[in-house]
C-alpha cells in the first residue's frame, strides 16, 4: 500500500530502523530498471507456510485470487511470475530468528513447499543448506521439496597475497565437490535428478565499517580473489545453478556511497566487466601455472571466444598458451583490471584509483605477458 502509511519498526535482526519504504513493488520496479530476476526469501524463521503461501499468491497468483485482488488494488493487474523462491536463510545459524534444529526444520521446509507450490506449482524453490550434517539431511529428507540447495561463504583477511587471493575460489571447489559427494553417497537422492547448488551469498567479509552497518571497503586484492572465484564457478558450472555476490549497495556491496557520491569498489568492477564481457559456455583449460588462474568461454554463437587471466603476483607473468581445435588471431580486445598494489581502492567523490581500461588490438600470442596484480580478459574473434 501506500509507503506514507507503512509503519517503520526497530529491525529485529540487525542494527537501526526499517524504515519500510521498500516492498515488494518497490523491489520489483528496481528488477525491471535493472533488468535482473527477482529472487524472493520467505521467512521460515518467525514465519510459517501460510504468510509463505499469501507471498506467493500476493506475487504469481490471478487477480481473481484474494492475495492478486490485493496486489492489483495496490497497482499491478498481472501477476509478476517470480520463479525463483527460497524458504529461509541460513536458518542453521543460532543468529538466525526462529533458528531450529535440523531434525526439525526439514519437517517445516516440507510444509513450506507445500503450500507455496499449492499456489503456484511452476515456482523453482531453494532450500537452505550449509556444507556437513544440515545439507545432508536436508538433501535426505526434502529431496522433493527442493529445486535447489542455497549454500553460502565468507571470507575475511589472510596474510599473503596468494592465500588472501585463493581464498574464494578454494571455497566454491570445496562446496562443488561436497555436493558431488552427496550425490554418491544420500540414497534419497539415487535414481532422481542432481540437486544443484544455489551459491546465493558469497564475498569477503571483513575491515571497519565505512559506508554504515557492514560497509566494509575492497582493495585490489579482493578483486582479484573474485575474479579468481568467478574463474573456479566456470569451472565447476555443472554444479551450481545460480551464484549471487552479496551484496550490491554499501553493505559488503560491489558499490560504494556517500550522500553525494557513489564509486564501483574493486570487486563491483570485477563483476561489471564478467557480466558484460566473459562468455557463457565453458571451455576447457588445462595446464595453467601457479599462480596464474585461467578460464575460457564462449559466447553465444561461439564466434567470440573470451579467455581471461589473474595474476595475483607483484611481479609480471610471462603464460604460453595454444589452442586445439580453432584458430585465432594475432591480436584481441583486451579489458584489464591492475593497480599500484594490492591495498588499491576506490573511493566516493575522487577519481576512480582501479578501473577497467579497455585497449583494442592488443598483442595475443604464444606467450601472454600478464601485468602485476592484473585481472586481464581477451576477446578473441576465434575460428
Not at 25 to 32: Q, V
Not at 72 to 96: D, H, K, L, T
Not at 295 to 315: C, M, S, Y
Amino acid at each position: 500500500g501506500d509507503p506514507d502509511k507503512r509503519p517503520p519498526r526497530k529491525n529485529p535482526a540487525w542494527q537501526g530502523v526499517e524504515h519500510n519504504d521498500v516492498g515488494v513493488h518497490e523491489f520489483m520496479d528496481i528488477c525491471r530498471l535493472i533488468g535482473t530476476e527477482p529472487y524472493i526469501t520467505v521467512n521460515s524463521g518467525q514465519g510459517n507456510e501460510t504468510l509463505a503461501a499469501d507471498m506467493v499468491e500476493y506475487v504469481n497468483g490471478a487477480a481473481s485470487t484474494q492475495m492478486g485482488a490485493l496486489r492489483a488494488r495496490n497497482g499491478r493487474a498481472e501477476p509478476w511470475r517470480v520463479a525463483w523462491w527460497s524458504i529461509g536463510n541460513e536458518m542453521y545459524g543460532g543468529w538466525q530468528l526462529g533458528h531450529m534444529p535440523v531434525q526439525d526444520y526439514v519437517l517445516k521446509h516440507n510444509r513450506f513447499a507445500a503450500a507455496m507450490r499449492a499456489k503456484d506449482p511452476a515456482i523453482k524453490l531453494v532450500a537452505i543448506g550449509a556444507v556437513g550434517e544440515w545439507s545432508q539431511r536436508m538433501l535426505a529428507a526434502c529431496r522433493d521439496a527442493m529445486d535447489a540447495m542455497s549454500e553460502h561463504f565468507y571470507v575475511g583477511d589472510r596474510p599473503g597475497l596468494l592465500s588472501h587471493v585463493n581464498q574464494v575460489p578454494a571455497e566454491v571447489r570445496r562446496i562443488a565437490e561436497a555436493h558431488r559427494r552427496y550425490r554418491l553417497t544420500i540414497g534419497a537422492l539415487a535414481g532422481k535428478p542432481p540437486v544443484p547448488v544455489a551459491l546465493d551469498e558469497w564475498n569477503y567479509w571483513y575491515g571497519p565499517d565505512l559506508y554504515g552497518e557492514i560497509g566494509v571497503r575492497y582493495f585490489l586484492k579482493d578483486a582479484l580473489g573474485i575474479a579468481a572465484g568467478l574463474h573456479e564457478f566456470v569451472r565447476q558450472s555443472d554444479m551450481f545453478v545460480m551464484a549471487n555476490y552479496a551484496q550490491t549497495v554499501n553493505v559488503i556491496g560491489a558499490i560504494k556511497t556517500t550522500k553525494t557520491a557513489a564509486a564501483f569498489d574493486t570487486t563491483g568492477l570485477v563483476l561489471k566487466l564478467y557480466r558484460a564481457e566473459f562468455g557463457t559456455i565453458p571451455v576447457k583449460v588445462t595446464g595453467a601455472p601457479a599462480p596464474l588462474d585461467v578460464a575460457a568461454a564462449w559466447r553465444e554463437g561461439r564466434k567470440i571466444l573470451t579467455v581471461a587471466v589473474v595474476n595475483p603476483t607483484k611481479d609480471v607473468q610471462d603464460l604460453p598458451i595454444s589452442f586445439k581445435g580453432i584458430r585465432i588471431p594475432a591480436s584481441a580486445r583486451l579489458h584489464l583490471i591492475t593497480g599500484p598494489d594490492p591495498d588499491a581502492y576506490n573511493e566516493p567523490g575522487k577519481e576512480p584509483v582501479i578501473r577497467i581500461e579497455t585497449k583494442d588490438g592488443a598483442p595475443f600470442g604464444p606467450k601472454l605477458s600478464l601485468p602485476p596484480l592484473s585481472v586481464s580478459l581477451y576477446e578473441l574473434e576465434a575460428k
